[in-house]
Nanobody, 119 residues
Framework: QVQLVESGGGLVQAGGSLRLSCAAS????????MGWYRQAPGKQRELVAT???????NYADSVKGRFTISRDNAKNAVYLQMNRLKPEDTAVYYC?????????????WGQGIQVTVSS
C-alpha cells in the first residue's frame, strides 16, 4: 500500500521561509511525476509546482521565483522550498506522486499539511 508522509508545515511571518517534505513508500512502480498542490479555505485545490520525469518543472505564476521543487531519488522524496512567503500562500498543501506501470498512471496524495503565513 502506497503511503505519502508530509512534513515541514507551520506558522511563519510574511517574508519568511518554509520547506515542505514528502516521502513515498510502498510502491514498486516508477515515478512519472511529483508535485505540490494547495487548497485555501473556500477555494479549489490548485497546482503549486510539479516535477515530471525528474527534470521538467512547472510552477504556478503566483509562486514563480519564490518556490522551488526538488527531489531525492534515493529517498523517494519531493521537497518544496518556499521563500518570501506571503499571507496569500496560506493553505493546506498536498503532495502528489504519480506512478507509472506499463503506461497506466496511478496518483497518490499526501494527507495535507497546513501552512499559515501571518502578515
Amino acid at each position: 500500500q502506497v503511503q505519502l508522509v508530509e512534513s515541514g508545515g507551520g506558522l511563519v511571518q510574511a517574508g519568511g521561509s518554509l520547506r515542505l517534505s514528502c516521502a513515498a513508500s510502498g510502491s514498486r512502480f516508477s515515478i512519472n511525476a511529483m508535485g505540490w498542490y494547495r487548497q485555501a479555505p473556500g477555494k479549489q485545490r490548485e497546482l503549486v509546482a510539479t516535477l515530471t520525469s525528474g527534470v521538467t518543472t512547472n510552477y504556478a505564476d503566483s509562486v514563480k521565483g519564490r518556490f522551488t521543487i526538488s527531489r531525492d531519488n534515493a529517498k523517494n522524496a519531493v521537497y518544496l522550498q518556499m521563500n518570501r512567503l506571503k499571507p496569500e500562500d496560506t493553505a493546506v498543501y498536498y503532495c502528489n506522486f504519480q506512478f507509472l506501470n506499463w503506461g497506466a498512471k496511478y496518483d497518490y496524495w499526501g494527507q495535507g499539511i497546513q501552512v499559515t503565513v501571518s502578515s
